[in-house]
């Protein structure tokens, strides 16, 4: 029972280059998300995704796609990096059942765009 | 729209004595609040939370937190530090129904020896 897991863990870019970030759950939870941390900034929403088949913007969404794979994977692509994307990238899942509206975290990415 | 202010940036402590880590929230509705931890290199982990009744939960590793709704308040505390307490503090918010967990900036905290 692996919870959620990050692929990645590190990578480094060249400006315009492409990436898919991929995150997988195996807590059988409906919704997830991706947030970006920068020092200082705390943690912000990128996109989310309430249940499989369906995405929704966050706080910070500009330059980063989203695609629900299915219940269990939930993958950030960045189509053409820029150096302000260089943070930590954390993906999180959510039961929404009852009242378990606790998140929880994986490992993160550390992204690097040069 | 909702918010979450942790007013102390860094926070230091000397070991064995008391913590208390300030959280203060803007939220239209009930509001459910959570604690979580980060450690150096590390995701994010859940150290308590609240969604409704007794305004006093404990959380793991001997911490707990009060909600006052008339201050807008979830404050985190710790009778004694230990030196592996050394970390980040983040406070969050949201409420039923809602998707948006929204965090504050984060305080960190160092431990003295």
């Known amino acids: 029972n692996a919870g959620v897991t990050q692929t990645p863990k590190f990578q480094v870019l060249k400006t315009g280059q492409s990436m898919t970030l991929q995150c997988a759950q195996d807590?059988?939870?409906?919704?997830m998300y991706w947030y970006r941390q920068d020092p200082g900034m705390g943690l912000r929403l990128i996109y989310y995704?309430?249940?499989?088949?369906?995405?929704d913007k966050g706080e910070v969404p500009n330059g980063y796609n989203v695609s629900r794979l299915n219940k269990r994977e939930f993958s950030l692509r960045l189509e053409s990096a820029a150096p302000s994307q260089t943070s930590v990238y954390f993906c999180?899942?959510?039961?929404?059942?009852?009242?378990?509206?606790?998140?929880?975290f994986g490992p993160g990415t550390r992204l690097l765009v040069l | 729209a909702q918010s979450v202010t942790q007013p102390d940036i860094h926070i230091t402590v000397s070991e064995g004595a008391s913590l208390e880590l300030r959280c203060n929230y803007s939220?239209?509705?009930?509001?459910?609040l959570f604690w979580y931890v980060q450690s150096p290199g590390q995701g994010l982990q859940l150290l308590l939370k609240?969604?409704?009744?007794?305004?006093l939960v404990q959380g793991i590793k001997g911490f707990e937190a009060e909600f006052k709704r008339s201050q807008s308040s979830f404050n985190l505390r710790k009778p004694s530090v230990h030196w592996s307490d050394a970390a980040e503090y983040f406070c969050?918010?949201?409420?039923?129904?809602?998707?948006?967990?929204?965090f504050g900036k984060g305080t960190k905290l160092s431990v003295i020896p």
């Open positions: 807590m059988n939870h409906n919704s």
């Open positions: 609240y969604f409704s009744g007794d305004t």
């Open positions: 999180a899942t959510r039961n929404d059942r009852g009242r378990q509206e606790t998140q929880y």
């Open positions: 969050a918010v949201n409420g039923a129904g809602s998707y948006q967990l929204t």
């Open positions: 995704s309430a249940s499989e088949g369906t995405t």
């Open positions: 939220y239209g509705a009930t509001p459910y």
